[in-house]
């Protein structure tokens, strides 16, 4: 590939970086207070009602008040219903199941393999995140109960008590939000969104007014730049809302991401811009302002083009592509009929599905699966061959920092790691030694545990980069001192779960380090490039006879390709975390398909648009000759994705210039639709279906171009 030099930090520079990264991690926020207030409140209530009644598994209710999706009332309600909803699933499971297999102890054993496979399968395969949270916390707390020498009674017994832990935590923690909490629908994600896009229109108005940003807005578009659009697409992925609010919502999301970086790129510059250039600047200040406005009124913003006539060597490259990405912005939302598909009302009801929808068509959940279940397999077989029933937390561990590649794993584990000797050595013991001898009352203990949970639930509401150690500090500090009725005098409880956590990360770096996994460069390209096979095959979709079948195909496809692209998102973040020889061109890969990332998503939204005039839908057919030459196009069109996978993969040039051969295929469909003879499709409609069309043609060229120019083949003329 193109050679972009790079340069590793030496030590001084990497502590460095490390203190501003963790500065704007943890800079105050919009809102952040108030959120960390409402969890720090919700989880005292759970400790002090189960302490006071003595009710087990207090550390279980406080974990899940931290966990509890505060998106808005309704958001809040689902996700603490199908947290105690799935508990109660899990815990009917064990004690059913047990029932059969608790006396014969190979049953026994297969059984418990069989469990650990069906909870990483979960993991994989629910499109629920706090279910499948919940279903792998019971499993995991049920498993080593289940092992005790003790009565049945008592096992089931102590399984409803932590479904009573959880009803109290869902219950408090619901109380706490409607008492706090005055969002609309939607706000959740509009309004990170409409921030975002406040600092950069306030960095190009300042440039355009001849000056620099001020030191403020400076460390802010620095901040949101290195925060990114995870949080986001981690919301959406987690509302349940509906399949084409979340794709045209993520794809914004994506793009209003580049756009940042590209302002946070522009400010430590120092342009001389010219009036052309600063004329520019004024109309993106306009249009991210109309596009903001229309977010916060739950509009649909309205198209935006931009006419250049000259352009400043230095810089036109930086305004060409942050105009690019703003005119890609409005045609995420082309051919729509009403916000509400975009901005869900608040009487919208939506009906979740349980899993993915290629849940049993994608090889990659059954994989998952496998390696997941042997790691906590094996650290199940190790805890009881050496009777130190203590370290049970490895297979907690494995269940909650699986991830399928190196650098992904490496950087949960690194988190979890780090939140276990935080939150079990230094806090947890040290409370121990230092501070607990001096307290005899739950008073007393109510302010250490404010203390303690209000810093974790800070580090949690960061971005996802760091909010996974204020988890598991959190964690750890609750199985220390809130797993019984009494201050912790014992030194080995803390001792024995961290060991039992570093026994899990050794497990999982064996097993998905060491066994056939790649690294998270390679896995991140193969990724990619099967996104992009992947969405030709989308392009070129056969239609079934049956309209039902042929949309659940389309359906479970799309599952596919999103949770692909949300993968290659996380696995160029677990690139940061590998090292070694070649760790300059794993960062070169990184930052070029950071580059095409956007534009391969936005194509994808619009050949999701396009799909209605592919499946002739009612209201959207097209004229026979139309229709034909639609389909030509379309498999032209999915041979250029084709070839633009086999250029990153192989570094293999097309063999003839498809770009010039779908200009002509597109020009014979627009003369196609255009002609008397296709008079009975509707002006409008037609056209919506030639911008859209068009849209599709030059995302496609743009895409094929920037790739071949990347990766030093022969630049092509883009039209």
């Given at each position: ?226 925060l990114g659009t995870s949080m986001m697409r981690r919301i959406l992925r987690r509302s349940n809302v509906p399949p ?413 210039n498809t770009v010039e051969d779908s200009h002509e295929l597109l ?53």
């Amino acid at each position: 590939m193109a050679s972009i030099a790079q340069t590793l930090p030496n030590s001084n520079a990497m502590l460095a970086w490390l203190r501003e990264w963790l500065r704007d991690e943890l800079a105050p926020n919009p809102g952040r207070g108030l959120l960390v207030a409402r969890m720090v409140t919700a989880a005292t209530l759970i400790m002090i009602i189960c302490m006071t009644f003595r009710i087990p598994y207090a550390w279980q209710g406080a974990i899940y008040a931290l966990l509890v999706s505060r998106e808005n009332p309704r958001a809040t309600i689902r996700s603490a219903a199908t947290i105690f909803l799935v508990t109660g699933i899990g815990a009917a499971y064990l004690i059913l199941s047990m029932k059969l297999v608790l006396n014969i102890v190979p049953l026994h054993f297969l059984w418990i393999i069989s469990t650990l496979f069906l909870a990483f399968y979960v993991i994989s395969t629910l499109t629920n995140y706090l279910a499948a949270v919940a279903f792998v916390n019971t499993i995991a707390i049920g498993i080593p109960l289940w092992d005790r020498h003790v009565s049945a009674e008592t096992n089931v017994e102590d399984t409803l008590w932590l479904c009573l832990a959880v009803l109290i935590a869902v219950v408090v923690t619901g109380a706490v939000e409607f008492a706090f909490v005055r969002q609309r629908p939607g706000d959740a994600i509009l309004l990170p969104m409409t921030e975002r896009l406040s600092v950069v229109e306030d960095v190009l108005n300042s440039y355009a007014e001849g000056r620099a940003p001020d030191s403020a807005t400076e460390r802010k578009i620095q901040r949101l730049a290195i925060l990114g659009t995870s949080m986001m697409r981690r919301i959406l992925r987690r509302s349940n809302v509906p399949p084409q609010y979340s794709t045209a919502a993520g794809g914004v999301a994506v793009l209003i991401g580049r756009l940042v970086d590209l302002a946070a790129t522009l400010t430590p510059l120092n342009f001389e811009f010219s009036a052309d250039n600063r004329k520019r600047l004024r109309d993106l200040a306009s249009a991210l302002a109309s596009i903001r406005n229309a977010l916060t009124n739950r509009e649909i913003p309205a198209p935006v083009k931009f006419i250049t006539e000259k352009e400043s060597a230095a810089v036109a490259p930086l305004l060409g592509e942050m105009e690019r990405t703003v005119t890609l912005m409005t045609e995420v939302f082309a051919g729509t009929r009403s916000a509400g598909e975009y901005v869900p009302s608040s009487d919208y009801l939506e009906q979740p599905t349980l899993l993915a929808r290629d849940a049993f068509v994608n090889p990659e959940h059954l994989r998952f699966a496998l390696k997941g279940g042997l790691a906590a397999s094996l650290c199940y077989v190790i805890y009881n061959a050496v009777a130190w029933q203590g370290i049970s937390t490895a297979v907690t561990t494995c269940l909650l920092t699986s991830l399928s590649t190196i650098g992904a794993s490496r950087q949960k584990q690194v988190l979890r790691i780090a939140g276990a000797v935080v939150g079990g050595f230094v806090i947890g013991m040290g409370a121990q030694i230092f501070i607990l001898p001096h307290v005899d009352s739950i008073a007393g203990f109510l302010v250490l545990f404010v203390i303690v949970t209000a810093l974790c639930s800070w580090v949690l509401t960061s971005s996802p980069r760091l909010s996974y150690f204020g988890v598991q500090a959190a964690l750890a500090f609750y199985l220390v001192h809130v797993q019984e009725f009494k201050i912790q005098t014992s030194l080995g409880v803390a001792r024995d779960r961290v060991v039992g956590i570093l026994l899990g990360l050794f497990m999982m770096w064996l097993v998905f380090d060491r066994l056939g996994t790649t690294t998270a460069s390679v896995e991140m390209k193969r990724t990619f490039i099967s996104n992009l096979r992947l969405v030709a095959q989308f392009a070129t979709l056969p239609v079934a006879k049956d309209l039902r079948i042929a949309l659940g195909k389309s359906l479970a496809l799309r599952e596919t390709i999103n949770a692909n692209l949300d993968k290659v998102r996380a696995l160029a973040d677990g690139v940061l975390f590998e090292f070694g020889p070649s760790r300059a061109t794993d960062l070169e890969l990184r930052s070029y398909i950071r580059q095409w990332q956007p534009q391969l998503r936005i194509l994808f939204v619009m050949r999701i648009a396009f799909l209605k005039y592919r499946l002739q839908l009612p209201g959207f057919e097209l004229p026979e000759i139309v229709r034909l030459r639609q389909e030509a196009y379309d498999e032209h069109s999915a041979r250029m994705m084709e070839e633009i996978a086999d250029l990153i993969e192989y570094e293999k040039p097309p063999a003839t210039n498809t770009v010039e051969d779908s200009h002509e295929l597109l020009d014979r469909t627009v003369e196609a639709i255009q002609a008397q003879d296709s008079a009975e499709l509707a002006p409008g409609r037609a056209q919506s279906f030639i911008t859209l069309l068009r849209g599709i043609d030059g995302l496609t060229d743009s895409l094929a171009c920037e790739i071949a120019k990347d990766v030093a083949i022969s630049p092509c003329v883009t039209s």
